[in-house]
């Protein structure tokens, strides 16, 4: 095997040879597997960082309480619980969104709506829009998804305002159509009121 | 095997050919080579941090491409035991025949996508179904044998995760052999069909 010689910063070789060693790798074998790693992502169109970012979002998922599963499954179930009974299931679909955002409030995130905010923009992969902006008091959700059925549409803007209700935000504004949400939210401040 | 070279650099020994790849690249994302290597570096200990192997991150990120291109997207777990046991007493036979052909179709795409989908069906169920604790898709010649245990999973969950299993093995050219299950746990061997 023709080999050569490579550059690089010494501190960042010796952090990697410090893992190789814990591990029981060579420091050759190691770097080896590292760069190959560099080449099979590019395989995928995408760098290592945006391999590692990938990953964090299916980790955010999975500690948020999500699970994957077939779109098709999803939507029929969804759609047959709805037309069986509507008010329950938004019920419990703003239930689901008040304890996931509950979650990011009890994990001790710095800003725990920016961080549902970020997490939430990359769960809905399915979504060919999806937005939240952020504005002094005031949050408005935007999404849409040919794809979405009504009933999945209605449910999940249930589920949102669930999550922000939990934030402390009321709805002011809704605007749901099959495939269309659009929701604006206002801070409830401390007296109960809310201003925008 | 890494040699000073000038203050604050080290040189390492790599296959040359594995340079070459690199720098065309780097030369690809038009970075100059020694940030393009720096960042490599970053990214290895990055993961590290999470406590993850970078293979285990790229290995299960591939994957999850893998199932973002056959239509799977995410989905509020309670909410979704939730559904199922709502419907499910009333619509157990429709829910079932939807989960079979969801699972046939699925198989299909492991054809399409990979050279050994049985073992891809192994890596993907493990990688993207958390809400299993144990996951096995072993072929011992003719035979595939599945074993799932999940500790979470109820029982309409089972009995439609079975369903969709075996539309997915099915359509890889295998027949059901013999079925056990409890409440999560899932025992499934199939024989290679005979056409």
Not at chain 1, 15 to 41: H, P, W, Y
Not at chain 1, 117 to 126: P, Q
Not at chain 2, 57 to 75: C, H, P, R, T, Y
Request: proline residues 2%.
């Amino acid at each position: 095997m023709k080999r050569k010689m490579l550059a690089a910063r010494e501190d960042l070789v010796d952090q990697v040879s410090g893992i190789a060693n814990r591990k029981g790798f060579t420091l050759f074998g190691m770097i080896n597997d590292m760069l190959e790693l560099v080449v099979r992502a590019e395989g995928m169109g995408l760098s290592l960082r945006e391999v590692i970012n990938g990953y964090e979002v299916v980790k955010a998922a999975r500690e948020a309480g999500f699970v994957l599963g077939l779109e098709s499954l999803w939507y029929d179930v969804v759609e047959e619980a709805f037309r069986k009974d509507r008010d329950r299931m938004m019920k419990r679909w703003f239930e689901a969104g008040g304890w996931c955002a509950k979650r990011y409030l009890v994990k001790g995130f710095e800003d725990p709506p920016a961080a549902f905010n970020r997490d939430m923009g990359t769960f809905v992969w399915n979504a060919t829009e999806f937005s939240i902006a952020e504005n002094e008091n005031e949050i408005s959700v935007r999404c849409i998804s040919p794809r979405f059925p009504y009933s999945y549409t209605i449910l999940f803007s249930a589920f949102l305002e669930g999550a922000f209700n939990m934030f402390g935000y009321k709805c002011v504004r809704k605007d749901v159509a099959r495939g269309v949400i659009q929701l604006r939210f206002r801070k409830v401040m401390a007296d109960g009121q809310t201003r925008g | 095997m890494a040699r000073r070279v000038a203050k604050d650099k080290r040189l390492i020994i790599v296959p040359s050919d594995l340079v070459s790849k690199l720098i065309e690249i780097s030369n690809r994302e038009g970075k100059p080579f020694h940030i393009f290597v720096v960042e490599a570096f970053e990214q290895v200990l990055r993961a590290h941090e999470m406590g993850h192997a970078l293979k285990e991150i790229v290995d299960i990120f591939e994957v999850m491409e893998a199932q973002k291109s056959a239509g799977a997207l995410f989905m509020p777990m309670d909410v979704l035991n939730y559904l199922t046991g709502k419907v499910y007493p009333t619509d157990k036979e429709e829910l079932q025949a939807k989960w079979y052909e969801s699972g046939q179709w699925y198989g299909k795409y492991l054809m399409a996508k990979f050279e050994d989908p049985v073992n891809a069906l192994e890596r993907i169920l493990a990688a993207s179904r958390w809400d299993l604790n144990e996951v096995e898709v072993k072929r011992d010649g003719n035979t595939v044998k599945v074993r799932c245990v999940s500790t979470v999973l109820t029982m309409e969950g089972t009995e439609l995760f079975i369903k969709f299993l075996e539309g997915a093995i099915h359509s890889l050219g295998y027949q059901t052999k013999k079925q056990d299950r409890l409440r999560g746990i899932i025992l499934l061997e199939f024989d290679r069909a005979t056409a």
